[in-house]
């Protein structure tokens, strides 16, 4: 029982699967959308969970140092297959190392319009 935010950002980046036996094999780029849900049990004194503002800077902090890169080259990514379902725990493990007072519940990552994977700890 509780309160839930979403909010939905993106971020413009190029990958390639490592092992992969197809076309993803090779560099190539999505505009990927992330859902970052966060919850919390009481509400602040003004009423909220958290700031949407505050919410969007902290993801936005993360997103930009995903944004117009190569995902292969980022050290995290560099032993670790950088497929959309690493890349959505990748945002929210970066997101528990900030200082918050809520719960990150799910972090959603689509390559495109159809097609999406999440993390989220049970």
Same mark, same amino acid.
């Given at each position: =029982?509780?309160?839930?935010?979403?909010?939905? &950002?993106? +971020?413009?980046?190029?990958?390639?699967?490592?092992?992969? #036996?197809? #076309?993803?094999?090779?560099?190539?780029?999505?505009?990927?959308?992330?859902?970052?849900? @966060?919850?919390?049990?009481?509400?602040?004194?003004?009423? =909220?969970?958290?700031?949407?503002?505050?919410?969007?800077? *902290?993801?936005?902090?993360?997103?930009?140092?995903?944004?117009? &890169?190569?995902?292969?080259?980022?050290?995290?990514?560099?032993?670790?297959?950088?497929?959309? %379902?690493?890349?959505? &725990?990748?945002? +929210?493990? *970066?997101? #528990?190392? #900030?200082?918050?007072?809520?719960?990150?519940?799910?972090? @959603?990552?689509? %390559?495109?319009?159809?097609?999406?994977?999440?993390?989220?700890?049970?």
């Amino acid at each position: =029982m509780g309160y839930e935010l979403k909010i939905i &950002r993106q +971020f413009s980046a190029a990958h390639s699967l490592r092992g992969y #036996k197809g #076309k993803c094999e090779e560099l190539h780029g999505h505009n990927w959308k992330v859902e970052l849900v @966060v919850s919390k049990e009481k509400l602040n004194s003004l009423g =909220m969970v958290v700031d949407f503002k505050n919410l969007k800077k *902290k993801l936005n902090s993360i997103l930009s140092q995903l944004d117009h &890169r190569y995902l292969n080259k980022i050290d995290y990514f560099k032993k670790i297959n950088p497929t959309s %379902e690493n890349i959505a &725990r990748y945002i +929210f493990e *970066k997101l #528990k190392e #900030k200082n918050i007072s809520y719960k990150i519940k799910e972090v @959603v990552v689509w %390559e495109s319009e159809d097609a999406s994977a999440s993390f989220k700890e049970e």
